[in-house]
């Protein structure tokens, strides 16, 4: 360089140095800088965050930088409520760029906290550090001791450093603890030694609550060298039982010896040795043993052998054995039944008593033939005491079977059909009836008779008839009696069942024997005693066909008469005949089916009266000859008129078959049967206080008044009734029939409905009108126009 060039640049150098030391003429206020940078804002040219303050300007970039420089200071993790007091600028800007900072900068926003990843490492170090010092440690320490979720703690931190920084394990069943392998190598020596030790079952629980600590880690190693361990577990986790193998040993050398020197195992004795299923665990160690399971034990094929022979050997000389005497004391009644059964399965000639006596088939009938040996000489002796035993009228002397609702029934069955019962002949309101069977008793219990198997036995033999008393031959006491005099060295309750099951058959047995000596003894009667009984069975079916003819007079007077505003009386026919099949013609029916089946010595069954089930079984019991006529008879009952009951009646009357004639009775007898029912009906009506009753018998009545004709008519035909008397009275003593009509429908109806209020109204009204409608029926007399009516009943 030339000196020029040099002196130059001393110059220059001069001049800088001049203007450096120089002071500025102009200078800005801080007025003008504020504005300047308010314009520049405005403008949009600059973007500034302001303090708190207001003294100071952050552009975002310093903000962020200032962020970063303070999360670095804090050693990575710092709080955001924290940092806005550091920078000192409103929060929302510094929560703004920290969710800026995480979004771009891999940085974690927990709980208000940033956390970079140089706190997580060194977290993580911090950690093990803990971990190596502790053995193991638990994520609910880890999170109440830094603050963090454990979820965080888990996902960021041990999962991510756990082999690595953290030098543990976590457990396999419980993921919130982890461990050392020197931890886990302590606690395997303690329980090894521990569980090596045992000789009977323990709770796994109980071992580790005295090894002592985390029972969780403990049960992971008790898994774990469970294969080492010499023994098994049973049970969950959380209850399961160590068994040692000593124990196991022990206790099936136990079983298989006791089997082998007894033949049998006896359950409560298994369960006491720690066997809970006593089952299951022979069938496990003795699979090839050919065993049977009773109730409280289980038998071996040898004992079963060694019992069925004794048995046998004992039935060789003797006619019964009992086989507890060969059985083992702890074997129960219910052990010895089901070894009994097995053992006599295949045996057809002998039976079971008592649950554990076995007898042959040859004791019982040897002791049935002794019993039947007395029957002959007491059935002539009960005979010849009571002549009449088997017949209908010697029944009710001997069983004393005058019971009063069952001869009420009779008498009004009775009365009914000749006129003088509730309602004029069966003018009481219709009720429906059910028969009630007997159930027959349990018989004894039999071992290989056949008798006690069948309660219906036939006709011919039946013991329950009305024309058939249940004559006993010995009670069960007496039947004990006789057999102690052969069987003395036998167990009482044996005795007492063998006398039970004979019980029924004997007494049977001991009906023929009756029936066939008072057969014999029958046959040496007069002939005059059955003409004396086949005449009073005429007359009843005389008496109750009369009033049959009487009352279809009744039915036929309606073809002649116009109802009001019903001109078809076909229907009301109907039910009329109906009525009539259903009451005294079936009592005509029953009449004849019993005198048949007391001449043919037939059961009638357990019912107190006949009934059509006990027609039906008898039906299907008589012979061709009768059955027929008799089916004829039965069926006509449900027929809508009387047409074929009449030829049905004519045919079983018949001399060729029961030989009785039905007489017609004359215009004289009519008129006084007829007067007699209407005296008997007045007679019920005075006394009558139903109202409802009391309706039907003042139309029955009065139809009879105006007619000259009985009817026997059901409830539900009174209104018909009522409507055929008005042509034949005056129109006020119609309406207050009509009115009391209506009383008692409302009456009825409000019963049903259970409105008492309405029902006593009704009622008082019932009242005030009763007398005056029974004043009615007594002193109303046939008017001069209905004499040509009964020119027209008369002509009928």
Known sequence: M??????????????????????????????????????????????????????????????????????????????????????????????????????????????????????????????????????????AELTKK????????????????????????????DHDIIFTQSFISRNKAKVRGAFSSLTRPTSVSNILHKIGGQEKILHHVVEELISELPGSLTGSRRDSVYIPNIYIQTQTQWVLSCFKQNGYLEYDNMVRLGITDAKSYIKKWLKEESLYYLGSCCVGQVLLDTVDAMVDESLRTVSWVDISQFLPSSFNTKDSSQLLQMLTKSKKDISIYCDTIVVKHSLISDQRSMLESLMPGRAEHDVRQNP??????????????????????????????????????????????????????????????????????????????????????????????????????????????IAQQLYRPL???????IKSVYLQTTQTATSSGRKKTHSELQDKINGLWTNIKLFEKGIKYFNLLKLRGNNDHSELQIQLSKHLLKTISTDITNLIFGAVATDKMMSLGDDAEMTTEARVRLLSKLPDDVKVSLTKL????????????????????????????????????????????????????????????LLHLVAVVLFQTFSGCM??????????????????????????????????????????????????????????????????????????????????????
């Open 146 to 173: 830094y603050d963090l979720p454990s979820d965080y703690l888990r996902s960021s931190v041990i999962d991510k450093f756990i082999g690595s920084v953290i030098h543990g394990k976590i457990d396999s069943f």
């Open 2 to 139: 030339s000196s020029a060039d040099w002196e130059e640049v001393k110059r220059l150098a001069a001049d800088f140095q001049r203007a450096q030391l120089s002071t500025t003429v102009q200078r800005l206020s801080d007025r003008n800088c504020i504005e300047i940078v308010s314009k520049l804002i405005g403008l949009n040219l600059l973007d500034v965050i302001y303090t708190i303050d207001g003294k100071e300007y952050l552009t975002p970039q310093e903000l962020k930088k200032e962020i970063h420089e303070e999360l670095l200071v804090r050693g990575g993790r710092i709080n955001l409520v924290e940092l806005q007091q550091i920078i000192n600028v409103d929060f929302s800007h510094i929560e703004t760029k920290a969710h800026e900072i995480v979004k771009t900068e891999g940085v974690n926003l927990i709980l208000g906290q940033l956390i970079d990843r140089s706190y997580l490492r060194s977290l993580a170090e911090e950690i093990n550090d803990y971990l190596q010092e502790q053995g193991h440690i638990t994520v």
């Open 711 to 796: 009817v026997h008519a059901p409830g539900r035909c009174v209104p018909h009734i009522l409507t055929f008397l008005a042509d034949h009275m005056l129109q006020e003593q119609h309406q207050l029939l009509t009115e009391y009509q209506d009383l008692v429908i409302k009456q009825l109806k409000q019963k049903s409905e259970n409105n008492d209020g309405k029902l006593v109204e009704i009622e008082n009204k019932l009242e005030e009108l009763k007398p005056q409608v029974k004043e009615l029926a007594i002193i109303v007399k046939k008017s001069v126009n209905n004499n040509s009516n009964n020119g027209l009943q008369d002509d009928s």
């Open 507 to 513: 007494k049977r047995q001991y009906q023929e024997s």
């Open 388 to 497: 009449n035993l088997l017949s209908p009228d010697g029944e009710k002397k001997r069983s004393g079977l005058e019971e009063s609702g069952r001869e009420n029934k009779k008498d009004q069955r009775r009365q009914k059909a000749s006129g003088s019962s509730k309602g004029g002949g069966t003018q009481g309101r219709e009720t429906k009836t059910k028969s009630v069977k007997k159930k027959g008793g349990k018989g004894g219990r039999g071992g290989g008779d056949d008798d006690d198997e069948n309660d219906d036995f036939s006709s011919s033999s039946s013991s329950r008839s009305r024309g058939n008393v249940e004559v006993e031959f010995l009670t069960v006491e007496q039947i004990e009696e006789q057999l102690m005099k052969s069987l003395s060295e036998c167990p009482s309750e044996f005795i007492t069942e």
């Open 634 to 693: 039965h069926t006509s009952l449900n027929k809508e008129s009387l047409d074929e009951f009449h030829v049905a009646l004519d045919l079983i009357c018949d001399p060729s078959c029961l030989g009785i004639m039905l007489k017609k009775p004359d215009k004289k007898k009519e008129r006084q049967l007829i007067f007699s029912h209407r005296q008997v009906l007045l007679d019920q009506l005075k006394l009558e206080q139903d109202s409802a009753m």
